[in-house]
């Protein structure tokens, strides 16, 4: 028996290899679906209209305005009007009221001196968001917000927009004018 060459020995198992491959195939399909369910969740969140807004136009920065404000006043920004425009409207209001214009109103005078851009209308929701697409450049928010205890908060924020997201905050530290009325 000496001459004689050992039995080979058969694998353990012949399905091993489908074993194998089938528990790498889960494998790859969990971290796949782990994937998709965190992007999903992702997707959800606050502001996850944003990135979608300048797809049509690449040119353009998608603005998001969110509303800082305090637990009283939020009951009293729900749907805050906004209005974006590219040139100062007091700086405007102020260089028309210096000259006497004949035959010249107010909105013609402000149109020429926005240059072909027109001003963009938004509305908070319910969330204190408002998200809109404008030409990169300078651009002023006007929003005006009845705050708790008979207060006015009132913006007129300079904005630098550049890049293609932007997020401004509207808060109380921010807030051009703060009245009460008695």
Do not use: C
């Not at 998709?36 to 209209?49: F, M």
């Amino acid at each position: 028996m000496q001459g004689r060459l050992p039995k080979t020995i058969p694998p353990k198992n012949r399905e091993s290899a489908i074993y194998h491959l089938a528990v790498l195939g889960l494998r790859v399909a969990l971290v796949l679906m782990l994937f998709a369910v965190g992007w999903s969740i992702y997707s959800k969140l606050p502001g996850g209209e944003f990135p979608n807004l300048n797809r049509a136009n690449p040119s353009q920065t998608a603005l998001l305005i969110t509303l800082r404000a305090s637990p009283e006043d939020v009951r009293a920004g729900n749907e805050l009007p906004l209005k974006l425009y590219p040139v100062d409207i007091a700086a405007v209001r102020r260089e028309y009221f210096m000259e006497h214009r004949v035959g010249v109103r107010f909105d013609d005078f402000l149109t020429e001196r926005m240059n072909g851009q027109s001003p963009v209308v938004a509305k908070l929701d319910e969330h204190g968001q408002a998200a809109v697409t404008v030409a990169p450049g300078t651009w002023w928010i006007y929003a005006t917000m009845r705050g708790a205890q008979q207060e006015e908060i009132e913006w007129r924020l300079r904005v630098n927009v550049a890049g293609q997201h932007q997020t401004v905050e509207l808060t109380r530290e921010n807030a051009y004018m703060l009245t009460k009325s008695f």
